[in-house]
C-alpha cells in the first residue's frame, strides 16, 4: 500500500491518503511537544517505538472484543488504519491520580483511585483542550447520547483490558488519553496508544516511563519509551 497525498499533519503522526478511500497510512514521528506546543523537542526513534507499541495495543484490545481503526503495521513508522471521522472529544482515563488531575483539584500525585476516573476534554488547542462534561459535549453536538454511551462503555473496557496488561509487564497504567472516529456507521478507537499518551509507572520502583520524562525535564526519555517496547513484547 503507498502514500498518495497527505491529508493531515499533527504533533506526532501525519495521515495520508491511499487507493482505497476507506483506508489511510498513518505515519509516527520522533517530534514531541508539550504545554500546547509551546515546549518542543525530538525523541529519537520515538516514532518507531509508538508505532509498534500501538500495533501490539490494538491488536491485544482487538483480541478482546473492541473494533479499532488498526489495519496492520506497514514498516517502521508506517500503520494502515481504517479511515475515521474523528470525534473532537478526549476520553481521559485515570487508575491513579496525576498531571491534569492533580493540578486541577489540589491532590497529590500518586493516589491511587478507588473506582477509575473518566474525563472528557474538548480537543481544540486554541481552547486548550479544556474539560468538559458530558452535557457539553452534546451541546456542542459533539456526539449522540448513544455515541457517548458507547464511548463511556468501551473506555472503561479498554481501562480493564490495558490495566491488567501492563500489570503482567510490571508497569502501572496510571492514566490514558483515547480518541474515537466514525467509520461506516460504527464507533472505532482511532489515534494511538504509547507512552506519548499514556503515563506508565514502574510498579516496585515507581520510576515514571512516558512522555513526562519529556514534559518534566526528567532525562533518560529514550530509554524509557525502549523500556516500555521491551516490557510489551516480552
Ligand atoms: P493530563 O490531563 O493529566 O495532562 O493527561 C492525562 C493522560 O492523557 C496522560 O497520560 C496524557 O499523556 C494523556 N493526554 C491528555 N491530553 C493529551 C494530549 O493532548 N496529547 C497527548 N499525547 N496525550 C494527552
Request: a neutral charge; glycine letters at 4%; charged letters at 40%.
Amino acid at each position: 500500500m503507498q502514500k498518495k497525498k497527505q491529508l493531515y499533519e499533527g504533533k506526532a503522526k501525519k495521515v495520508y491518503e491511499t487507493d482505497n478511500p476507506d483506508l489511510l497510512i498513518q505515519e509516527f514521528k520522533d517530534d514531541a511537544t508539550a504545554f500546547d506546543a509551546t515546549k518542543r523537542g525530538t525523541i529519537k526513534t520515538k516514532g518507531i517505538i509508538n508505532n509498534k507499541i500501538s500495533k501490539i495495543l490494538f491488536e491485544l484490545l482487538e483480541s478482546k472484543g473492541i473494533e479499532t481503526h488498526f489495519v496492520k503495521q506497514l514498516d517502521d513508522r508506517h500503520m494502515l488504519i481504517k479511515r475515521v471521522e474523528i470525534i473532537p472529544l478526549e476520553v481521559t482515563m485515570r487508575n491513579t491520580v496525576a498531571g491534569g488531575m492533580a493540578k486541577l483539584l489540589g491532590i497529590e500525585e500518586g493516589l491511587k483511585l478507588k473506582e477509575p476516573v473518566l474525563e472528557y476534554h474538548y480537543k481544540d488547542d486554541s481552547l486548550h483542550d479544556p474539560l468538559i462534561n458530558n452535557y457539553h459535549a452534546k451541546a456542542l453536538k459533539l456526539v449522540t447520547d448513544e455515541e457517548l454511551d458507547f464511548i463511556e462503555k468501551k473506555s472503561f473496557e479498554i481501562n480493564n483490558i490495558l490495566k491488567a496488561f501492563f500489570d503482567r509487564k510490571d508497569l502501572d497504567l496510571i492514566d490514558f488519553k483515547l480518541e474515537f472516529g466514525r467509520h461506516k456507521g460504527k464507533i472505532l478507537l482511532a489515534d494511538e496508544i504509547s507512552p506519548d499518551t499514556c503515563r506508565f509507572w514502574d510498579k516496585k520502583t515507581r520510576e515514571k516511563l512516558d512522555k513526562d520524562r519529556f514534559r518534566r525535564d526528567l532525562g533518560r526519555i529514550e530509554e524509557a519509551y525502549q523500556e516500555v517496547l521491551r516490557r510489551v513484547t516480552s
